[in-house]
């Protein structure tokens, strides 16, 4: 039985039962190999020479298919029809035709575009090579977005502190966000007024009619600019008699948009359903390979023949033959290449209605009606309307209004769609009563109405994939991955659907935009996926393509080299100065320090990665101030330097702090006879600022003393400490030694009694039991590459760390361990052993000696102690290395992943 692989097991059911026992179908579970998550797998020097490695968890997978391969040696590969597909297929024949003893005797490749029988079998009829431009176009991608990654995000973490990463398109797309979020805070709102009056016909019925000349001039947006205006063209309005000057009536309508493609899918998911554009792939994908819809990862909106004679079909038995166009309506294809272009994304069966595919899953129910609606509205007749415009009048010219009317003649297309809005058509649509040119219109209210300018929209995950689509910016695939990662590396933050730019998104583009300004270009970025997608089209050498890039961002990145962080910091001050100390009211110097008048404010980054601005006086001057524009109320609600008052308690004041710990209560100022008053830090959970004198009141009581503990009479207190709430039983709260016990809330602190508290003092030291135990590592990274010995990564109770020899070094929250390389567990190490006075010397070779003959005497004789010449045992062989994300039947592989 022939080999068919596919990436999913759900695909590969499906296929299974359409292919039947003739066939073996198993599943690749996505990608079986990745490029390393380390420097060197991408060669420049070496042609570009790329190093591949099997997942851990993909091992098991690919023996699966050794195994069916010994039985019947033809291979199929029927991975999904894209550049990540064919990429998957020919990762697992390079694997598979490595394996020593397995001789794989064809090895063909099958694509279809629907999950169908009829498109199964008959792409099983019509089998292929590999496509190598595909392939190459997909080398080239993975090859310049590691390369971006694993140089450019280092300079970030030396330059920049507390970034994370960049990316070939991720900060392209984070770019877009920024700027607009930067037009937002810089917009100025204009006001405008208009003039509308309800007027009437000559039997008494209303309609509205808006100004639309005013002194003889016509009238534009900002016409009217304030009350007084609108007053005397309200005045100018009920001073005159009107007449209709003219009545016409114009027939129009209206066409269908087109079926979707991945972008406009995730779009109309997200105005519709509130959908992210992760989320949405995921449905589709399920959709998919339940053999409901076509591939739903292009860029093309034909629609296959049969598909489109199916939908007129579908459209006549449903709603009749007036819906259905004289002729098939066709729709052309943007797809820049032709290759990488499939059909729409569309339904396989015209006739199946989301109630008759019965889907139990409301997502996927509610995912497949739009895809189902969308392609059959996209072949209906077009809806027909009549637009009626009604200009009035004053005899003088000086006064002129407009009415206007629309009315449905024939619903069309809008009987089953209509985009961006509900499914059903739009009632709202206003309609004029009968009036004759020549009547009276007689006035009932005359109004203006206040406006004011709005800024630009936030971006959406949906408007934003559309602005990418417009600019050439990533592709099908990608662009749901790309949105991800910035959320996920901190820099973009999702509001109610709107994507607001964090600090160190902020600072990120702002350093990007000056020091690799072309990288972060629009039309640099766009050119270069033109140039990947000539690859896939066979028309250009993938190697070339790479050469020309590398040999100027190389270039680039070297000349970083010496920049200093406070030069960095400087310049960015200098960038983003319109943004961060907007010129005052008065004109004073937006940046002196409104704390001590003499210091000069800037941007500062702190050691957690987030920014803010501080002033040049410090320690002297500690005013700071959130990163961004001054915000008046939001400073009146901060802490200022020297405390904020909550009020008094026992002839004390109460005040909070924020100290270099964080922020804290106080009882009392600081003298010289009470150089220590009372403090308490404030719990994590609480917001300063929010904070009230009785909570304030409340955390200066303590520590609270529980009782003395039943066996021993020794006391038990309860308290908050540095890493939350806790008991502790000793005979004071300052006591080194003693038994320490965590709670679970920090309410407990005023709650907890002597019962649980005796309980939770019982079970800790009952633990205590497994201490000395050898911790089990939660990564295993390999020997040392100067020192040797194994190099391991260690979940602490202060946080992950990495292990080496006798040095533990704390993991900056900025990595995300499972992306943490060698090369910075070495960096890490090697800062944490200066710090300790330690060095990491390099490996020496073990002396050969000459093998001496054990004797009895020689055999019982007490051994020495051990030297550092001394042979070390064998280190524990690593595990294999966590492989980068990748394609999931869920989850596509990005074209942007970073490390």
Known sequence: MPVVVVESPAKAKTINKYLGSDYTVLASYGHVRDLPPKNGSVDPDDDFRMIWEVASDSKKHIKAIVDALKEDPNLILATDPDREGEAISWHLEQELQNKRGLKIQSAERVVFNAITKTAVTEAMKTPRQVDAPLVEAYLARRALDYLVGFNLSPVLWRKLPGAKSAGRVQSVCLRLIVEREMEIEAFRPQEFWTVKAVLKNARGMTYEARLTTFKGKKVEKFTLTDATQAEMAVAAVESRDLTVT??????????PSPPFMTSTLQQEASRKFGMGAKHCMSVAQRLYEAGLITYMRTDGIDMAPEAVSGARDAIAARYGRDYVPSEARVYKNKAKNAQEAHECVRPTDMSVSAEDAKISDADQRKLYDLIWKRTLASQMAAARLERTTVD?????????????????????????YEEGRDDTPDEDDKRLPQIEQGEKALKDSVDAEQHFTQPPPRYTEATLVKRMEEL?????????????????????????????????????????????????EYDFTADLEDQLDSVSAGEADYKKVLERFWRDFSAAIAETADLRIGEVLDKINEVLEPHLFPPTDDGSDPRLCPNCGEGRLSMRTARAGGAFIG?????????????????????????PPDG?????????????FKGRFGPYAQRGPVTEDNKKPPRQSVPKEWEPEAVTLEEAVRLLALPRLIGEHPEDGVNVWANIGRYGPYIKHAETTSHKGGTNANLEELEDVWTVGMNRAVQLLAEKVASRGNRGKAATPIREMGEHPQAGGPVNIHDGKYGPYVKWEKINATIPDTIDPADLTMDQAVELIAERAAKSGKKVTKKAAPKKTAAKKTTKATATRKAPAKTTTTKKPAAKKPAPKKAAPKKTASSPASDDVIE
């Open 246 to 255: 003219a009545v016409e009536a114009k027939p129009a309508s209206r066409n």
């Open 644 to 656: 904020k008052l909550l009020g008094e308690d026992q002839g004390d004041e109460i005040r909070i």
């Open 615 to 639: 002033c040049s006086n410090y320690p002297e001057c500690r005013y700071t101030r959130p990163f961004g524009p001054p915000d008046p109320e939001a400073e009146a609600s901060a802490i």
């Open 392 to 416: 009035v009048g004053s005899a003088d010219g000086q006064v002129g209004l407009r009415a206007t009317g629309q009315v449905m003649l024939f619903d069309g297309f809008l009987r089953v």
């Open 472 to 520: 050439g910016i990533g592709r099908p695939s990608t662009y749901a991955s790309i949105v991800t990662t910035i959320q996920d590396r901190g820099y973009v933050e999702k509001d109610r659907n709107r994507l607001i730019p964090q600090d160190k998104g902020r600072l990120v583009t702002a350093f990007l935009s000056n020091y690799f300004h072309r990288y972060v």
